[in-house]
Protein backbone atom coordinates (compact mmCIF):
# COMPACT_ATOMS: atom_id res chain seq x y z
CA UNK A 1 0.00 0.00 0.00
CA UNK A 2 1.13 3.35 -0.77
CA UNK A 3 1.91 6.19 1.21
CA UNK A 4 -0.92 8.68 2.41
CA UNK A 5 -0.96 11.97 2.92
CA UNK A 6 -3.07 14.54 3.99
CA UNK A 7 -1.94 17.79 1.51
CA UNK A 8 -1.28 18.53 -1.73
CA UNK A 9 2.15 20.68 -0.27
CA UNK A 10 2.77 17.45 1.82
CA UNK A 11 2.85 15.12 -1.14
CA UNK A 12 4.46 17.67 -3.59
CA UNK A 13 7.22 18.13 -0.44
CA UNK A 14 7.71 14.18 -0.02
CA UNK A 15 7.47 13.53 -3.91
CA UNK A 16 10.65 16.21 -4.20
CA UNK A 17 12.73 14.13 -1.08
CA UNK A 18 11.46 10.86 -2.81
CA UNK A 19 13.11 11.86 -6.52
CA UNK A 20 16.27 13.43 -5.13
CA UNK A 21 17.05 10.46 -3.26
CA UNK A 22 16.12 8.53 -6.33
CA UNK A 23 18.31 10.25 -8.12
CA UNK A 24 21.51 10.33 -5.93
CA UNK A 25 21.46 7.10 -4.28
CA UNK A 26 25.03 5.64 -5.72
CA UNK A 27 23.71 1.90 -5.32
CA UNK A 28 19.88 2.66 -6.72
CA UNK A 29 18.97 1.69 -10.34
CA UNK A 30 19.23 5.11 -11.80
CA UNK A 31 23.00 5.65 -11.27
CA UNK A 32 23.32 2.20 -12.33
CA UNK A 33 21.52 2.04 -15.48
CA UNK A 34 23.28 5.58 -16.12
CA UNK A 35 26.84 3.81 -15.73
CA UNK A 36 26.00 0.70 -17.22
CA UNK A 37 24.89 3.30 -20.70
CA UNK A 38 28.26 5.01 -20.39
CA UNK A 39 30.36 1.53 -20.57
CA UNK A 40 28.44 0.27 -23.27
CA UNK A 41 28.81 3.53 -25.46
CA UNK A 42 32.47 3.75 -24.28
CA UNK A 43 32.94 0.32 -25.61
CA UNK A 44 30.78 0.82 -28.89
CA UNK A 45 32.26 4.37 -29.69
CA UNK A 46 35.28 4.23 -28.47
CA UNK A 47 37.07 0.76 -28.31
CA UNK A 48 35.16 -0.69 -31.19
CA UNK A 49 35.63 2.62 -33.88
CA UNK A 50 38.93 2.10 -35.22
CA UNK A 51 42.29 0.04 -35.88
CA UNK A 52 44.77 -0.92 -35.11
CA UNK A 53 43.85 -0.71 -31.54
CA UNK A 54 46.38 0.42 -29.07
CA UNK A 55 48.16 -2.46 -26.76
CA UNK A 56 47.65 -1.02 -23.60
CA UNK A 57 44.20 -0.59 -22.37
CA UNK A 58 42.92 -0.64 -18.93
CA UNK A 59 39.61 -1.33 -19.58
CA UNK A 60 37.63 -1.76 -16.08
CA UNK A 61 41.17 -0.98 -14.11
CA UNK A 62 41.31 3.04 -14.25
CA UNK A 63 40.52 3.29 -18.12
CA UNK A 64 36.91 4.52 -19.64
CA UNK A 65 35.13 1.37 -18.29
CA UNK A 66 36.06 1.31 -15.08
CA UNK A 67 32.61 2.98 -13.18
CA UNK A 68 34.25 3.29 -10.19
CA UNK A 69 35.76 6.54 -11.75
CA UNK A 70 32.20 7.65 -12.57
CA UNK A 71 31.13 10.49 -10.08
CA UNK A 72 27.58 12.12 -9.78
CA UNK A 73 27.46 15.53 -9.09
CA UNK A 74 25.35 18.99 -9.91
CA UNK A 75 27.72 20.03 -12.74
CA UNK A 76 30.46 18.29 -14.94
CA UNK A 77 31.08 19.36 -18.64
CA UNK A 78 31.77 15.70 -19.72
CA UNK A 79 28.75 14.13 -17.93
CA UNK A 80 25.33 11.62 -18.82
CA UNK A 81 22.74 13.40 -17.64
CA UNK A 82 19.17 12.84 -16.13
CA UNK A 83 16.51 14.96 -15.60
CA UNK A 84 13.09 15.24 -13.80
CA UNK A 85 11.96 18.32 -15.46
CA UNK A 86 8.54 18.43 -13.53
CA UNK A 87 10.82 18.98 -10.51
CA UNK A 88 13.70 20.36 -12.23
CA UNK A 89 15.85 17.77 -10.28
CA UNK A 90 19.32 17.82 -12.83
CA UNK A 91 21.59 14.44 -12.21
CA UNK A 92 24.98 14.24 -14.02
CA UNK A 93 26.89 11.34 -14.12
CA UNK A 94 30.58 12.02 -15.12
CA UNK A 95 33.88 9.52 -15.86
CA UNK A 96 37.20 10.81 -14.57
CA UNK A 97 39.13 7.91 -16.32
CA UNK A 98 42.89 9.81 -15.89
CA UNK A 99 45.75 9.71 -18.06
CA UNK A 100 47.87 6.19 -17.58
CA UNK A 101 51.23 7.50 -15.96
CA UNK A 102 53.41 4.82 -17.84
CA UNK A 103 53.08 6.95 -20.83
CA UNK A 104 53.97 10.16 -18.85
CA UNK A 105 50.27 11.33 -18.06
CA UNK A 106 48.75 13.42 -20.28
CA UNK A 107 50.30 14.73 -23.51
CA UNK A 108 50.73 18.46 -23.76
CA UNK A 109 48.08 20.23 -25.15
CA UNK A 110 45.74 17.73 -23.65
CA UNK A 111 43.26 18.09 -20.88
CA UNK A 112 43.52 16.53 -16.96
CA UNK A 113 41.25 13.90 -17.96
CA UNK A 114 41.30 11.07 -20.98
CA UNK A 115 37.47 11.35 -20.70
CA UNK A 116 37.52 14.99 -22.06
CA UNK A 117 40.31 14.08 -24.31
CA UNK A 118 38.54 11.23 -26.16
CA UNK A 119 35.41 13.68 -25.88
CA UNK A 120 36.98 16.97 -27.61
CA UNK A 121 40.26 16.14 -28.99
CA UNK A 122 40.69 13.15 -30.04
CA UNK A 123 43.73 10.80 -29.12
CA UNK A 124 46.63 9.21 -31.62
CA UNK A 125 45.24 10.02 -35.06
CA UNK A 126 41.68 9.54 -33.64
CA UNK A 127 38.64 11.49 -34.05
CA UNK A 128 36.91 12.66 -31.01
CA UNK A 129 34.08 10.15 -30.19
CA UNK A 130 31.75 11.98 -27.55
CA UNK A 131 30.41 8.60 -26.16
CA UNK A 132 28.67 10.36 -23.11
CA UNK A 133 26.81 11.97 -25.29
CA UNK A 134 25.36 9.14 -26.54
CA UNK A 135 25.04 7.54 -23.20
CA UNK A 136 22.78 10.83 -21.88
CA UNK A 137 20.78 10.53 -25.47
CA UNK A 138 20.58 6.55 -24.92
CA UNK A 139 19.85 6.64 -21.27
CA UNK A 140 18.03 10.25 -20.67
CA UNK A 141 16.17 10.37 -23.48
CA UNK A 142 15.46 6.69 -24.27
CA UNK A 143 12.61 6.15 -21.67
CA UNK A 144 14.97 4.06 -19.56
CA UNK A 145 15.29 7.18 -17.15
CA UNK A 146 11.75 7.66 -17.00
CA UNK A 147 11.33 3.69 -16.28
CA UNK A 148 14.00 3.99 -13.34
CA UNK A 149 13.18 6.80 -11.61
CA UNK A 150 9.36 5.09 -11.83
CA UNK A 151 10.25 2.16 -10.84
CA UNK A 152 12.49 3.82 -7.99
CA UNK A 153 9.23 6.24 -6.78
CA UNK A 154 6.87 2.27 -6.20
CA UNK A 155 9.50 0.95 -4.29
CA UNK A 156 9.50 4.20 -2.16
CA UNK A 157 5.55 3.58 -2.02
CA UNK A 158 4.44 6.32 -4.38
Not at 96 to 112: I, R
Request: charged share 25%; with cysteine; glycine share 10%.
Amino acid sequence: MGRVFYSFEEYDDELSKAIGKAMQNPDGKIQKNAKQEITDCAEAFVYRTYSPQFLSRRYGAGGILDVESYRSSQYSDNAIITKNASKGFTLHIYAEAQWQQLFGGSPEGNPDTLTEAIEKNGLYGAPPRPYMEHAETNYGYGGQFEKDLVSELEADGF
